[in-house]
């Protein structure tokens, strides 16, 4: 069983509302418990969901379209009189995340618990209608945290949160239960407590500090005793509240810490001695690397084929690659800032915004290094690890470092996910950077979608300029025709189908840059009185019915829960006779996206990728039928390559015109996308549809694309 948990608190008000999801596996497949509280009113609602999912290495889980969590936003939807929508901005993330709150004891024998809060503070944005009220969650401070484990649960257990002390910036939570073992029973407990400088003490270590929790009606005391010193936490209230949970806001709240507190943070004692050891290519590191080099070491010598890079730090100091690698790249740590954003926020998220404020760089190609630091990830981090890892981070002083601000250029979206002023907001992120950035990358066609090359020795140019054709004979289209283009870009579809097909064309963008420039393209182009370009949401458009429909590299904005809507709005807007073609990028991977991505933050804020499978039965879930798919993944990595190769020769001039913190963004993107089609984790799909039952007569799959 996994369990989530969302807590909104508006201290002012004395109100609490609170989410929860417990993901559970049957014969049948995972199934959830979903849960929306508030209080005061004793609101509730329980239900049970024949579908669930969670991710393990973050927050989020999901039900249907019932449930949907992350650490930066949520959505429930119980019924009408149940719902919650919800934005988190500011998060206080849990620092250590790859710890739990009951630090190396994760797992306590017969507790069979794993209790790892997520978000420590934040402030929400939304709403949430439980019964007859309506209740605003702006401003209200949020705390998440999730559970697993497994074989049951224990005898008894408890947990409890609390925020709104007399300094805001405190957090306080907790969670325990009774072991038994025959005629053995005792108690364990884990306690943390945020303070306002960012300090996380975490009591509760069965061995080094055991904490103890008095919980009554009336409210908890938690404390723990270390190195002889006692140290505490302790909530009062006035009202009643369920021992089960901290289900009731407090007038009053107040940390309670006996002076000698210091021995209850973690100590150094015990840490042991750092030994300077050889490396594996026989030389003796020095300086930070003979620090790292004990965990890196282990590292290398479970991942396949070692290291192919070498570690390189603000000292000078260096790991070299394993022995066996030719011309080695170099992995650069400019500060240590680069190893506290990844310590911080492990994952792709921490070594993104490291490169993106450029404390990491790559010396050597990037796509070599990218690929090479990408196989070395996979090696498995061991429980014997720990101690290593902990004695270096806390030698290097990693620990009392506050985590950096991420990059300026890291999208920050506000508002209810893909609402139309969230949606404006994302693309705007994405698409209005510059249009002559956009023309040095992308080349003359201005085409941003995958190319069809017919060779190797193939042009972008030549390859853009004929996807557009295909996609025009895959559609069948002719001068009597009339075209929708739901995401224009620049106007480059339009005018391939005015000009070559007599078409008359409508494009839809919500990119205001976008659109200028198709307009000018058009002129240009001379075919203004069969094209028209709008600033105008896909969800709004209301004069069809169009003879053809074409959508090029847009449906990933549309987002997972909206798919069905996007599609439903394609076909009300297409002729029973007419036909649609969906281009669009699709993943490998079933499982759950991960929100904390370098693409989710940089590139694509709000997208979503949806598997081939997902996206084949939501066609027909619509009243369309296939009548031709065709993936392109190869012509994607290709495309991607001649961007690269674009971007890097104008590299100058893009840092000059947006910045040296963008520049890397897209230098990474090309690199790190064209693996990802490389080696099979992305693909893009080219699908035909037709009406069900519907469609034109003639035969739709052209035997010479390529002619």
Same mark, same amino acid.
């Given at each position: 069983?996994?369990?989530?948990?969302?807590?909104?608190?508006?201290?002012?008000?004395?109100?609490?509302?609170?989410?929860?999801?417990?993901?559970?596996?049957?014969?049948?497949?995972?199934?959830?418990?979903?849960?929306?509280?508030?209080?005061?009113?004793?609101?509730?609602?329980?239900?049970?969901?024949?579908?669930?999912?969670?991710?393990?290495?973050?927050?989020?889980?999901?039900?249907?379209?019932?449930?949907?969590?992350?650490?930066?936003?949520?959505?429930?939807?119980?019924?009408?009189?149940?719902?919650?929508?919800?934005?988190?901005?500011?998060?206080?993330?849990?620092?250590?995340?790859?710890?739990?709150?009951?630090?190396?004891?994760?797992?306590?024998?017969?507790?069979?618990?794993?209790?790892?809060?997520?978000?420590?503070?934040?402030?929400?944005?939304?709403?949430?209608?439980?019964?007859?009220?309506?209740?605003?969650?702006?401003?209200?401070?949020?705390?998440?945290?999730?559970?697993?484990?497994?074989?049951?649960?224990?005898?008894?257990?408890?947990?409890?949160?609390?925020?709104?002390?007399?300094?805001?910036?405190?957090?306080?939570?907790?969670?325990?239960?009774?072991?038994?073992?025959?005629?053995?029973?005792?108690?364990?407990?884990?306690?943390?407590?945020?303070?306002?400088?960012?300090?996380?003490?975490?009591?509760?270590?069965?061995?080094?500090?055991?904490?103890?929790?008095?919980? /009554?009606?009336? &409210?908890?005391?938690?404390?723990? $005793? *270390? %190195?002889?010193?006692?140290?505490? +936490? =302790? !909530?009062?209230?006035? @009202?009643?509240?369920?021992?089960?949970?901290?289900?009731?806001?407090?007038?009053?709240?107040?940390?309670?810490?006996?002076?000698?507190?210091?021995?209850?943070?973690?100590?150094?004692?015990?840490?042991?001695?750092?030994?300077?050891?050889? /490396?594996?290519? &026989?030389?003796?590191?020095?300086? $930070? *690397? %003979?620090?790292?080099?004990?965990? +890196? =070491? !282990?590292?290398?010598? @479970?991942?396949?084929?070692?290291?192919?890079?070498?570690?390189?730090?603000?000292?000078?100091?260096?790991?070299?690659?394993?022995?066996?690698?030719?011309?080695?790249?170099?992995?650069?740590?400019?500060?240590?800032?680069?190893?506290?954003?990844?310590?911080?926020?492990?994952?792709?998220?921490?070594?993104?915004?490291?490169?993106?404020?450029?404390?990491?760089?790559?010396?050597?190609?990037?796509?070599?290094?990218?690929?090479?630091?990408?196989?070395?990830?996979?090696?498995?981090?061991?429980?014997?690890?720990?101690?290593?890892?902990?004695?270096?981070?806390?030698?290097?002083?990693?620990?009392?470092?506050?985590?950096?601000?991420?990059?300026?250029?890291?999208?920050?979206?506000?508002?209810?996910?893909?609402?139309?002023?969230?949606?404006?907001?994302?693309?705007?992120?994405?698409?209005?950077?510059?249009?002559?950035?956009?023309?040095?990358?992308?080349?003359?066609?201005?085409?941003?979608?995958?190319?069809?090359?017919?060779?190797?020795?193939?042009?972008?140019?030549?390859?853009?300029?004929?996807?557009?054709?295909?996609?025009?004979?895959?559609?069948?289209?002719?001068?009597?025709?009339?075209?929708?283009?739901?995401?224009?870009?620049?106007?480059?579809?339009?005018?391939?189908?005015?000009?070559?097909?007599?078409?008359?064309?409508?494009?839809?963008?919500?990119?205001?840059?976008?659109?200028?420039?198709?307009?000018?393209?058009?002129?240009?182009?001379?075919?203004?009185?069969?094209?028209?370009?709008?600033?105008?949401?896909?969800?709004?458009?209301?004069?069809?019915?169009?003879?053809?429909?074409?959508?090029?590299?847009?449906?990933?904005?549309?987002?997972?829960?909206?798919?069905?809507?996007?599609?439903?709005?394609?076909?009300?807007?297409?002729?029973?006779?007419?036909?649609?073609?969906?281009?669009?990028?699709?993943?490998?991977?079933?499982?759950?996206?991960?929100?904390?991505?370098?693409?989710?933050?940089?590139?694509?804020?709000?997208?979503?990728?949806?598997?081939?499978?997902?996206?084949?039965?939501?066609?027909?879930?619509?009243?369309?039928?296939?009548?031709?798919?065709?993936?392109?993944?190869?012509?994607?990595?290709?495309?991607?390559?001649?961007?690269?190769?674009?971007?890097?020769?104008?590299?100058?001039?893009?840092?000059?015109?947006?910045?040296?913190?963008?520049?890397?963004?897209?230098?990474?993107?090309?690199?790190?996308?064209?693996?990802?089609?490389?080696?099979?984790?992305?693909?893009?799909?080219?699908?035909?549809?037709?009406?069900?039952?519907?469609?034109?007569?003639?035969?739709?799959?052209?035997?010479?694309?390529?002619?």
């Amino acid at each position: 069983m996994e369990g989530y948990f969302w807590r909104f608190t508006d201290v002012a008000g004395g109100r609490v509302v609170i989410a929860l999801n417990g993901v559970n596996q049957s014969d049948q497949g995972p199934w959830a418990t979903l849960g929306l509280a508030g209080h005061p009113g004793r609101f509730l609602r329980a239900v049970e969901y024949q579908e669930g999912a969670a991710d393990r290495s973050a927050l989020g889980a999901s039900a249907g379209p019932a449930f949907r969590g992350t650490a930066r936003e949520l959505h429930v939807d119980l019924g009408p009189d149940a719902r919650l929508d919800a934005v988190i901005h500011d998060a206080v993330p849990w620092p250590r995340r790859s710890l739990g709150g009951s630090s190396i004891f994760q797992s306590v024998p017969a507790l069979n618990q794993y209790w790892h809060p997520w978000l420590l503070g934040g402030r929400a944005e939304g709403e949430a209608v439980l019964g007859d009220q309506r209740i605003s969650l702006d401003g209200t401070a949020v705390y998440a945290e999730k559970n697993w484990g497994r074989g049951g649960f224990p005898p008894a257990w408890w947990w409890g949160q609390a925020q709104g002390f007399d300094d805001p910036g405190v957090c306080v939570a907790f969670a325990g239960g009774v072991i038994e073992s025959g005629p053995l029973r005792t108690e364990v407990t884990a306690v943390v407590v945020l303070l306002p400088d960012g300090t996380l003490i975490r009591l509760g270590d069965p061995v080094i500090n055991p904490a103890r929790s008095s919980i /009554s009606r009336a &409210g908890w005391r938690s404390a723990s $005793v *270390a %190195a002889g010193a006692s140290s505490g +936490v =302790e !909530r009062r209230s006035s @009202r009643p509240w369920s021992t089960g949970g901290s289900s009731a806001p407090l007038r009053r709240r107040r940390v309670a810490a006996h002076p000698a507190q210091a021995p209850c943070r973690p100590s150094p004692d015990g840490l042991g001695m750092m030994y300077r050891m050889p /490396s594996a290519t &026989g030389t003796v590191p020095t300086g $930070v *690397a %003979a620090i790292l080099a004990p965990v +890196v =070491e !282990r590292l290398d010598a @479970r991942a396949e084929g070692g290291r192919g890079f070498a570690l390189r730090f603000w000292d000078g100091s260096e790991l070299p690659a394993t022995p066996g690698w030719v011309d080695p790249p170099a992995v650069v740590f400019r500060t240590p800032d680069a190893l506290v954003r990844m310590i911080r926020r492990p994952g792709e998220l921490g070594l993104s915004r490291a490169y993106v404020a450029g404390e990491l760089e790559a010396e050597g190609d990037l796509e070599d290094t990218f690929a090479r630091v990408k196989v070395w990830r996979y090696a498995p981090f061991e429980r014997g690890d720990l101690i290593p890892a902990l004695r270096a981070v806390r030698r290097l002083g990693i620990l009392r470092r506050p985590e950096p601000e991420p990059p300026a250029c890291e999208a920050r979206l506000s508002g209810r996910a893909h609402s139309h002023k969230r949606d404006s907001d994302a693309i705007q992120h994405h698409y209005d950077v510059s249009n002559e950035f956009y023309q040095r990358m992308l080349g003359p066609t201005m085409v941003y979608s995958c190319a069809y090359f017919d060779g190797p020795q193939d042009t972008l140019e030549a390859a853009q300029t004929r996807k557009l054709d295909v996609i025009c004979r895959k559609l069948g289209l002719n001068d009597t025709h009339r075209l929708l283009d739901i995401g224009c870009g620049w106007g480059s579809m339009l005018i391939h189908a005015a000009r070559e097909y007599g078409a008359r064309a409508v494009g839809v963008t919500l990119s205001e840059a976008q659109a200028e420039l198709a307009r000018e393209r058009i002129r240009e182009a001379g075919v203004e009185d069969l094209c028209e370009v709008r600033i105008q949401d896909y969800r709004d458009i209301a004069d069809g019915p169009f003879d053809r429909i074409s959508s090029i590299g847009m449906f990933e904005h549309v987002g997972e829960a909206n798919l069905p809507l996007y599609l439903e709005k394609a076909r009300s807007l297409l002729a029973d006779d007419g036909l649609f073609l969906n281009h669009g990028i699709v993943r490998a991977q079933g499982a759950a996206m991960d929100p904390n991505t370098f693409a989710m933050r940089y590139v694509f804020p709000d997208g979503y990728l949806h598997t081939q499978g997902a996206v084949i039965s939501a066609f027909e879930a619509a009243g369309f039928e296939l009548r031709d798919d065709e993936s392109l993944r190869p012509h994607y990595a290709r495309t991607l390559r001649c961007w690269a190769e674009n971007h890097d020769a104008h590299r100058e001039l893009a840092v000059a015109e947006i910045g040296a913190e963008r520049e890397r963004v897209w230098r990474l993107h090309n690199v790190g996308a064209a693996l990802g089609f490389d080696c099979g984790d992305l693909s893009l799909h080219q699908a035909l549809l037709a009406p069900i039952g519907g469609g034109p007569e003639f035969e739709t799959r052209i035997p010479d694309y390529r002619s």
